[in-house]
C-alpha cells in the first residue's frame, strides 16, 4: 500500500511539474518572440494567458507543502507564491497602464527561466529518480543574477503602478458601509513595497544557504 502511494506521489508530481513546465517554457518563447518582433511595448499581451496559467498553478505548491506531499516549508514557498500571484493578478492584470513598461520584460524573463530550469529539475528527479549535475547546478545557481532581476522589476513595476493605484481606486471600500470596515489598495501596495525591504535579502540568504547544503551534498554523492 505504502509502495503505491509513493508511485502515485511521484506520478502526479512528475505530471504537475513538466506541465508548469511547459507552460513557463511557452512564456518564455512568446515573450522573446514579441520582444523581438515588436518590441517590449508588446510582450505582455503575448504571454497574458500562459503566465496566468503557470504562475497560478503555483497556488498547488502550497497546498503540497501543507500535506506533506514535499518537503518545502510553507514559511518559504507561502511569501514566494505569494508575491509572484500578487504581481501576476494584483498589477499587472488589474492596472492595464503598467503592461508597457520594459520592466515587464525583465520581470517575465526573469520567471521564465527561473521556473523552466526549476520545474525540470524537480520533474527530471521525480520522473527518474535522479537529475544530471549540470541540472542542479542551474537549480541552485542561476537565482544568483535571476533573483536580483526578478525582485528589482517586481518592486520597480509596484512603484510605477502606484499612480495608477491611486487614480483608479480600484479594490477600495469607502466608508460608510454595513461592514464599518474600509481599505485602502494604494496604501496596501505601499506596505507590499515595505515588505520587499527586508523580506527579500532574507529569502536571498535563505537561498544562499539552500545552494551550499545542495551543493556540498552533491559533491560528497
Same mark, same amino acid.
Not at 507561502?78 to 500578487?86: E, V
Not at 498589477?91 to 503592461?99: G, K, T, V, Y
Not at 523580506?199 to 539552500?210: A, F, K, T, W
Given at each position: 500500500?505504502?509502495?503505491?502511494?509513493?508511485?502515485?506521489?511521484?506520478?502526479?508530481?512528475?505530471?504537475?511539474?513538466?506541465?508548469?513546465?511547459?507552460?513557463?517554457?511557452?512564456?518564455?518563447?512568446?515573450?522573446?518572440?514579441?520582444?523581438?518582433?515588436?518590441?517590449?511595448?508588446?510582450?505582455?499581451?503575448?504571454?497574458?494567458?500562459?503566465?496566468?496559467?503557470?504562475?497560478?498553478?503555483?497556488?498547488?505548491?502550497?497546498?503540497?507543502?501543507?500535506?506533506?506531499?514535499?518537503?518545502?516549508?510553507?514559511?518559504?514557498?507561502?511569501?514566494?507564491?505569494?508575491?509572484?500571484?500578487?504581481?501576476?493578478?494584483?498589477?499587472?492584470?488589474?492596472?492595464?497602464?503598467?503592461?508597457?513598461?520594459?520592466?515587464?520584460?525583465?520581470?517575465?524573463?526573469?520567471?521564465?527561466?527561473?521556473?523552466?530550469? #526549476? %520545474? @525540470?529539475? !524537480?520533474?527530471?528527479?521525480?520522473?527518474? $529518480?535522479?537529475?544530471?549535475?549540470?541540472? =542542479?547546478?542551474? #537549480? %541552485? @545557481?542561476? !537565482?544568483?543574477?535571476?533573483?536580483?532581476? $526578478?525582485?528589482?522589476?517586481?518592486?520597480? =513595476?509596484?512603484?510605477?503602478?502606484?499612480?495608477?493605484?491611486?487614480?483608479?481606486?480600484?479594490?477600495?471600500?469607502?466608508?460608510?458601509?454595513?461592514?464599518?470596515?474600509?481599505?485602502?489598495?494604494?496604501?496596501?501596495?505601499?506596505?507590499?513595497?515595505?515588505?520587499?525591504?527586508?523580506?527579500?535579502?532574507?529569502?536571498?540568504?535563505?537561498?544562499?544557504?539552500?545552494?551550499?547544503?545542495?551543493?556540498?551534498?552533491?559533491?560528497?554523492?
Amino acid at each position: 500500500m505504502a509502495s503505491a502511494l509513493t508511485v502515485l506521489r511521484r506520478l502526479y508530481l512528475s505530471i504537475y511539474n513538466w506541465l508548469v513546465f511547459i507552460g513557463w517554457f511557452q512564456v518564455l518563447f512568446l515573450a522573446l518572440k514579441a520582444l523581438k518582433e515588436s518590441g517590449h511595448e508588446h510582450v505582455y499581451n503575448a504571454v497574458e494567458k500562459p503566465l496566468l496559467l503557470a504562475q497560478s498553478a503555483a497556488v498547488m505548491e502550497i497546498l503540497h507543502g501543507l500535506i506533506g506531499l514535499v518537503r518545502s516549508p510553507v514559511s518559504s514557498t507561502l511569501p514566494q507564491i505569494g508575491s509572484r500571484l500578487y504581481l501576476t493578478w494584483g498589477i499587472l492584470w488589474s492596472f492595464p497602464e503598467i503592461r508597457t513598461h520594459i520592466l515587464v520584460t525583465s520581470l517575465v524573463i526573469s520567471w521564465a527561466i527561473t521556473e523552466i530550469i #526549476r %520545474y @525540470s529539475f !524537480f520533474g527530471m528527479k521525480e520522473a527518474f $529518480g535522479f537529475a544530471p549535475s549540470w541540472h =542542479l547546478w542551474l #537549480r %541552485y @545557481s542561476t !537565482f544568483l543574477v535571476l533573483y536580483p532581476t $526578478g525582485i528589482s522589476s517586481e518592486v520597480g =513595476l509596484i512603484y510605477f503602478a502606484l499612480p495608477y493605484i491611486k487614480a483608479s481606486e480600484k479594490y477600495c471600500f469607502r466608508m460608510p458601509n454595513k461592514w464599518n470596515f474600509s481599505f485602502d489598495y494604494f496604501y496596501a501596495a505601499i506596505l507590499a513595497l515595505g515588505i520587499y525591504v527586508p523580506g527579500s535579502p532574507h529569502l536571498y540568504r535563505y537561498m544562499l544557504g539552500q545552494r551550499k547544503r545542495a551543493l556540498s551534498k552533491s559533491k560528497k554523492e
